[in-house]
Structures are given as structure tokens and as C-alpha cells.
């Protein structure tokens, strides 16, 4: 059983940074692929940065080159760095198991004003 919490959204400006982190517990959480989700009002949840559990990471076309993801299994924990945002990043960003088979957390909420 695996129990996360995201934290760390707010409100920014345009072009300005931010850094997620998902605190994750239970025992296998260092096997997962793991990703970061996010739901804008009126849209579906979209993968939106996916890493394995060694540390390799494939992005979302409208994120690359704008975040990284990271994890910390010694922690475990992972992270999302933001930056350059946008007003189109605005959503709800959720971490779970790739493929999304764990429970869903309540997410944080990042906005981005123009």
C-alpha cells in the first residue's frame, strides 16, 4: 500500500518557477515507474513527465525542456521542477504509479497568471 502527498503549487507569474514534491510511503514505492499527472478544469488528466525507478525520464512535448523530474527513493519522494510557466500549465498536478494504479491523492494546485 503507497499513500502520496503533493505539495508545493501556488500561484506565479508567467516565465517564473516552481518545485513539486511528492512524499510517497510504503516499502515498494523504489520499484515503480513513477509520473506526474496533471487535470486543467474541463480537460482530461494528462501524463505529463513519467521517470523510472533508476532515474531515466521521458516528458510531455508541452513540458520538455521546461521541467525535470526527479526521485529520491532513499526518501521516498519525487520531484517536479517547473520552470518557465505558463498560463497554460495551470491545472492540478497529481503524482502516482504510472499507469495509475494507486490511490489518487488530492493534488496541489499550480497557477499561472499571465
Known amino acids: 500500500q503507497v499513500q502520496l502527498v503533493e505539495s508545493g503549487g501556488g500561484l506565479v507569474q508567467a516565465g517564473g518557477s516552481l518545485r513539486l514534491t511528492c512524499a510517497a510511503s510504503?516499502?515498494?514505492?523504489?520499484?515503480?515507474?513513477m509520473g506526474w499527472y496533471r487535470q486543467a478544469p474541463g480537460k482530461q488528466r494528462e501524463l505529463v513527465a513519467r521517470?523510472?525507478?533508476?532515474?531515466?525520464?521521458v516528458y510531455a512535448d508541452s513540458v520538455k525542456g521546461r521541467f525535470t523530474i526527479s526521485r529520491d527513493n532513499a526518501k521516498n519522494t519525487m520531484y517536479l521542477q517547473m520552470n518557465s510557466l505558463k498560463p497554460e500549465d495551470t491545472a492540478v498536478y497529481y503524482c502516482?504509479?504510472?499507469?495509475?494504479?494507486?490511490?489518487w491523492g488530492q493534488g496541489t494546485q499550480v497557477t499561472v497568471s499571465s
Open positions: 502516482n504509479r504510472v499507469g495509475g494504479t494507486l490511490g
Open positions: 521517470i523510472t525507478y533508476d532515474g531515466m525520464a
Open positions: 510504503g516499502s515498494i514505492f523504489r520499484l515503480y515507474d
